[in-house]
């Protein structure tokens, strides 16, 4: 498997799959100068999983993900070391292709037996420099969010559907914690004038964690329609900039997502 650099025209990946014939190494290579030279990027890999395949971040260049003949993996070293992905949804599985999609930034993987799994927002791990790991707890850049329905449809579904759960719908608000923390972590969502309209409260595990912001007010500032009337689009917050901060003891920080115009059908 050849995959080439979305940053660096002379960087490209080679992995080789010996499974087949009995040489379970993991044998991964880069050329950062148009093949003239290569060295390994294995790192850490388990000396008995055969890489499958190796790309590249679409925003960083230092983080790469691989597929192996268990497992997928992300490195934010270039390959010295390797993180497994699966957690416990994805059980061991032959991992053929990694894409990551150029909007919404899901990394899409395909496996041998196992269909495609799916890791909804891998932003943050393009953001994650050794400078910003080193904080004792920071926020990554967020996508842009809009609120949508999803209708329901009875007519023409047949006895059984074989589908994946959608989705947290919403803005999805990526944080990373350097060290264990009793407390958890406190999320304020403030609109332009620094009304706080929102407050959630997030894990405080070592490592990247995650809330989703609905994209709706605290129940005690929402517009509440007629009992007999269906949900609509006055249940969300306008279409904005709003203030997302963070906070654990006396740490905390902030950004801003873009919350989007309704439409109903669309993602984005």
């Known amino acids: 498997y050849i995959s080439t650099s979305p940053h660096d025209a002379g960087t490209a990946y080679v992995a080789i799959d010996g ?12 050329t950062t ?37 268990f497992f997928a993996y992300v490195s934010f070293d270039r390959g010295a070391h390797w993180l497994k992905l699966n957690g416990t949804t994805l059980p061991p599985a032959p991992v053929h292709d990694i894409k990551i999609h150029p909007r919404e930034r899901d990394l899409v993987v395909g496996t041998h037996g196992r269909s495609i799994w799916i890791l909804d927002d ?16 920071a926020l990554f850049d967020m996508l842009p969010a809009r609120p949508r329905l999803r209708p329901g449809r009875d007519y023409g579904n047949a006895q059984g559907i ?6 947290p719908m ?10 264990a923390a009793s407390d958890p972590v406190s999320v304020t969502v403030a609109d332009s004038t620094g009304f706080v309209l929102r407050e959630l409260e997030g894990p405080s595990r070592p490592g990247f964690n995650r809330v989703v912001w609905d994209l709706r007010a605290d129940e005690k500032h929402r517009f509440n329609p007629s009992p007999n ?10 279409a904005g900039k709003y203030k997302v901060t963070i906070k654990m003891g006396d740490t ?15 993602t984005r």
């Open 19 to 30: 499974h087949r014939s009995d040489v379970m190494a993991p044998i991964a290579l880069v």
């Open 33 to 69: 100068n148009l093949g003239k030279s290569w060295q390994s990027i294995a790192g850490d890999l388990p000396k008995d999983e055969a890489v499958q395949l190796v790309i590249e971040d679409l925003s960083n260049g230092d983080v790469l993900y691989c597929g192996t003949q």
């Open 122 to 137: 891998i932003s943050m791990f393009g953001q994650a420099t050794p400078e910003l790991r080193a904080k004792p707890i």
């Open 162 to 167: 074989f589908r994946a759960k959608n989705p």
């Open 170 to 179: 919403g803005a999805y608000i990526n944080y990373w914690v350097r060290d």
């Open 229 to 238: 009337e269906e949900p609509g689009p006055e249940q969300f917050v306008p």
């Open 252 to 266: 905390k920080d902030s950004k801003t997502v873009a919350v989007l115009p309704f439409a109903m059908g669309k």
